[in-house]
């Protein structure tokens, strides 16, 4: 999967001098907690929610709320934007994404196409797809596992699963809690409980849960 097919298209970009009361007051009406800033057709910064309350005057101010206003309507989201704004490309695999946004301990990632804006990945839409990835969205049975990390032992698993007449609907890989184990959480339909327990048994080193969820 690449960022390309799960970025927001629905772009929301303002001009450099917008103030800080007109970013709130967009924020506010299309439900967003980040706006792109471009100038001349290009990026300059980004700009969040976080990065425009930081910029208010603290509560412990001793200015008058007329003062405050008066500031207020002065700072420009160019004052507190992000320049140096990390992108990643269409094409950037949807875990390297994630990675760079963990690195770097970023919420989102503006997407470029020939170094023009036209999308953002955010840590919601990684949230949505991990969601896809353990099957959140199906029900069935669920079960983790620890197994050995030898050659072979997903392909002996998945085929055990088959075998019972199970039906795979998703099929996570964790690491383990040593370099010998990996965890694994599995979402399986069409077969009982107790008959999957049986069939797993000799393919795994410790069943952790199993559930019908």
Wanted: net charge negative; aromatic share 4%.
């Amino acid at each position: 999967m690449i960022v390309g097919k799960r970025m927001s298209t629905q772009l929301i970009t303002v001009p450099p001098d917008l103030t800080l009361p007109e970013a709130f007051a967009l924020m506010k009406k299309e439900n967003i907690r980040r706006l792109v800033i471009v100038d001349k057709g290009k990026m300059v910064g980004l700009v969040t929610k976080n990065d425009l309350e930081n910029a208010l005057p603290s509560k412990a101010t001793s200015l008058s709320m007329w003062e405050i206003n008066y500031l207020i309507e002065k700072v420009k989201v160019s004052d507190v934007m992000i320049k140096d704004v990390i992108t990643v490309n269409e094409d950037t695999p949807i875990e390297e994404a994630a990675r760079l946004m963990a690195d770097k301990k970023i919420s989102c990632l503006p997407v470029l196409r020939n170094n023009d804006v036209v999308g953002i990945i955010t840590e919601t839409d990684l949230f949505r797809i991990f969601l896809e990835v353990l099957g959140a969205m199906h029900t069935g049975i669920r079960l983790s596992a620890e197994i050995s990390v030898d050659p072979g032992s997903i392909a002996k698993l998945t085929q055990a699963i088959y075998e019972a007449g199970g039906d795979i609907i998703s099929f996570g890989t964790f690491l383990g809690d040593s370099i010998s184990k990996d965890e694994v959480t599995v979402k399986v339909q069409g077969v009982e409980i107790e008959k999957l327990k049986e069939a797993i048994t000799p393919h795994i080193l410790n069943l952790m849960s199993i559930r019908e969820v």
